[in-house]
């Protein structure tokens, strides 16, 4: 019997399962949470209508410049300060997640960003992991069972990295599951906190790295052979590695040790790093056999969740059910959890799922 090939519409997309590697906390809070809590600490935002500030966010993130998009962030981290802000936007993400037909999910965020309402470090992880759990909760009650697992970002313009990652190690059995380093990657070298990366090769904590975003191939060179990363963040410039299809010896190693690519296509047409969604690399890159993972990066600040990365792809790159499904199965695959687990969430919840819309 021929399968016939379907063209799937956004309630398909919605409900098939999915994984995502690469998403921010303080990126993706709901836009009415954020003016709420702005009121309640007296913030001042560029508007106090949730569907006025959701499109700010994309006009003014999209200006084609890693460093401006990052400066929108102020208004999120601003109600961030506090426990019951880390609590709520922690619970809130895990029910965004599983309403975007989320089944694993891997959040981070830098608890550096959020101590100046007083908190400790420790204090900021464990809010968050409590509003995560809270959030898994009421997910399972819901129906929509989704795991979501931690991962700590270092800031690489500042000077922390190695006491966030001495957090990672001090949570590990408590939902965090790997390290990240996140900020200006152009002019701030991942090589530069090596001492925070040997660290956590030594307690044996997988990471990731912001890479190949704003800077090219020296940046993955770093983050992959120097740093020994397991995965990058974003990466969409080893391309500048590949002449014809034919890979480098940078490009061959990614995509030979399997090293996942962590790609965010919207929010790359956002800072400039694509041009098009039809023209982004992650489709040249799944086809070449690399593997790729697809992301949202950050929910409010691009205006976009899964699924509408999902259907942007169907839509204007050609992607089909089988493209999402592989793409899905490598986020499983390369996610930060234990070898069985990662096989019981492909077995039980993402096959499943793709062997429905048949
Ligand atoms: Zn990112």
């Known amino acids: 019997m021929t399968v016939p090939r379907i063209t799937p519409d956004t309630d398909t997309l919605r409900r098939l399962p999915k994984a995502v590697l690469h998403d921010h906390l303080d990126g993706g809070l709901r836009p009415a949470t954020l003016v709420e809590l702005a009121d309640t600490i007296g913030h001042t935002l560029p508007t106090t209508d949730p569907d006025e500030l959701a499109a700010w966010y994309v006009e003014a993130a999209g200006s084609g410049d890693l460093v401006r998009y990052i400066a929108t962030f102020e208004h999120t981290l601003a109600v961030m300060q506090t426990r019951e802000g880390l609590l709520r936007t922690a619970e809130e993400y895990v029910l965004d997640l599983a309403a975007d037909g989320v089944v694993y999910g891997e959040v981070r965020y830098a608890p550096e960003l959020m101590t100046k309402g007083g908190l400790t470090l420790s204090e900021v992880v464990e809010a968050v992991q409590e509003g995560l759990a809270a959030g898994m909760a009421g997910a399972a009650a819901a129906g929509t069972p989704v795991r979501v697992g931690t991962l700590l970002c270092g800031m690489r313009m500042f000077d922390r990295t190695r006491e966030v990652a001495d957090m990672v190690v001090a949570f590990r059995d408590a939902g965090v599951v790997g390290f990240d380093i996140a900020g200006a990657e152009d002019g701030f070298p991942a090589a530069d906190h090596l001492d925070a990366f040997e660290h956590l090769r030594r307690e044996s904590v997988p ?152």
């Open 207 to 358: 990471f990731t790295i912001h890479a190949g975003e704003a800077h090219g191939l020296p940046s993955i060179h770093q983050a992959v052979q120097l740093c020994g990363a397991q995965r990058i963040g974003h990466g969409v410039r080893i391309t500048e590695d590949i002449v014809d299809g034919e890979l480098g010896r940078l490009a061959g190693w990614v995509r030979d040790r399997r090293i996942a690519l962590e790609m965010c296509p919207t929010s790359n047409l956002q800072t400039g790093a694509a041009g098009s969604i039809a023209t982004h690399p992650v489709t040249a890159l799944k086809d070449l056999g690399f593997r790729v993972t697809l992301n949202t990066d950050n929910r409010l600040v691009s205006g976009t969740t899964m699924t509408r990365e999902m259907s942007l792809l169907v839509e204007q790159a050609g992607w089909t059910v089988e493209d999402l499904r592989a793409v899905t199965v490598n986020a499983v695959k390369s996610a930060f959890l234990p070898f069985d687990e990662r096989n019981a969430l492909l077995r039980d919840m993402v096959l499943p799922g793709y062997d429905s819309v048949r």
